[in-house]
């Protein structure tokens, strides 16, 4: 389908359709259903099976006709990695049952990968999954650094099917429904005193094979696609000139000449410009991400902006002084679903917050070893436990 064909199905939905004068959840499932949540997955996943450049020529016809975009703040993890995954690896029952409710946000969405003996190492995972006969899997074991389990209903699980295999080939995919009975999540606490992570522990979980992605044993390559979306999502998102934290920073220096220095002038100036060129960096990566999937390139977004935002919440501490020292409330709190304004806390909130960010989707020391060895095709470091069984292998 070409753009015109686009902008006649977009004026079809709103005229059948006003977004004005309906739910954001009810015209976000008309939307679906017209093909234009994601106009490249294939037709009845949401999308014409279009080119993934066409998508913004929807985006900005339904924002012109008054419609709300999709909730990506109440459900990131659904849209951003969820969604991808179900479309490329998911059965077509599986993709009729779980995108809908997904893309409208009536079923939130979480990722259980990290473990506590195997964060940066993933494929080092030991949460097992036994396959009863021809039936459902038992799961037994416990993630953790989960965002929104709490809130979830679903959830990408990479689990272990084959401990006689080496570590890559043993893992299999599945979506669990984190309803089922033997599912525990608890809070955990954070610098900033929220509890945006939990843990979650599985007990005896079933989950039957059918709410399996991909083959059994192919669990890692289908990871792949979940943690590639992962990094651009977080790193290579769409961002107007001085939004995020740098845009906090230089509106305190214009109305606040009191706080200036000039080393502070300084850091400022270069964090601004560092800032503009991941954006504008960020943009081509959307420009690739439009012509197919996402490449390892999205690594170099992430860790451009987990440095970058470090970097500029601690100018804003430095330069709010004591005053960015003041906390409201170190109460643990769950954190809820929805978008902060940013600066409505104190800097030192946001300069606590942003240590996490060289840790979650990927730490930087592996996403460093990501960019040398898929985008500069360094020689790789020696290993020794790529070729044994996991089960042989020190834990």
């Known amino acids: 389908m070409d753009e015109a064909g686009i902008r006649r199905r977009v004026a079809d939905l709103v005229a059948a359709h006003d977004p ?7 015209f976000l499932g008309h939307r679906f259903d017209a093909g234009l949540a994601w106009v490249h997955f294939p037709i009845g996943c949401g999308g014409l099976g279009a080119s993934r450049a066409l998508q913004q020529v929807v985006e900005s016809a339904l924002i012109a006709a008054g419609a709300k975009t999709a909730s990506g703040y109440r459900n990131p993890i659904g849209l951003g990695m969820g969604a991808p ?13 779980l995108l809908r409710p997904l893309w409208t946000g009536e079923e939130i969405w979480c ?44 959830a990408m699980l990479l689990a272990r099917t084959d401990p006689d295999l080496p570590k890559h080939q043993g893992l299999t995919y599945f979506f669990l429904d984190m309803t089922a009975p033997g599912v525990e999540v608890r809070p955990l606490r954070q610098a900033t005193g929220q509890a945006e992570f939990n843990e979650v522990f599985l007990t005896d979980v079933r989950i039957p094979d059918t709410h399996r992605a991909g083959e059994v044993g192919q669990g890692w390559a289908v990871s792949n696609t979940t943690l590639m979306n992962e990094r651009v999502a977080i790193g290579g998102a769409a961002s107007a000139r001085e939004a995020d934290a740098i845009g906090a920073v230089a509106r305190m220096w214009r109305d606040r000449p009191e706080l200036r220095t ?22 081509r990566i959307r420009q690739q991400l439009a012509a197919g999937t ?16 470090q970097d500029v919440t601690r100018l804003w501490l430095e330069l709010a002084g004591e005053e960015g020292l003041g906390y409201d409330d170190w109460a643990m709190r769950r954190s809820e679903l929805g978008q902060a304004t940013l600066g409505a806390r104190a800097p030192g909130y946001y ?26 095709d360094l020689p790789r470091e020696p290993r020794t436990d790529t070729k044994v069984p996991w ?5």
Request: hydrophobic share 40%.
């Open 351 to 376: 300069y606590l917050r942003a240590k996490g960010n060289s840790i979650e989707g990927g730490t930087s020391e592996v996403l460093r070893n990501v960019i040398a060895d898929r985008v500069l």
């Open 391 to 395: 089960k042989e292998m020190p834990r």
């Open 262 to 283: 000039p080393g502070l002038h300084d850091r400022l100036l270069r964090a601004w410009v560092e800032c503009e060129v991941a954006r504008l960096g960020n943009e």
């Open 85 to 97: 995954t179900i479309a490329a690896h998911g059965a077509a029952r599986l993709r009729a049952e």
């Open 111 to 154: 990722q259980l990968f990290s473990e506590p003996g195997a964060g940066s190492d993933l494929a080092g995972l030991a949460t097992r999954a036994v396959r009863e006969g021809d039936g459902d899997w038992v799961v037994n074991g416990q993630k953790v650094w989960t965002s929104l389990a709490h809130k979830a209903r679903w």
């Open 294 to 309: 996402p490449g390892p390139e999205g690594s170099a977004a992430k860790i451009a902006y987990a440095r970058l935002n």
């Open 20 to 26: 004005t004068t309906m739910s954001s959840v009810e």
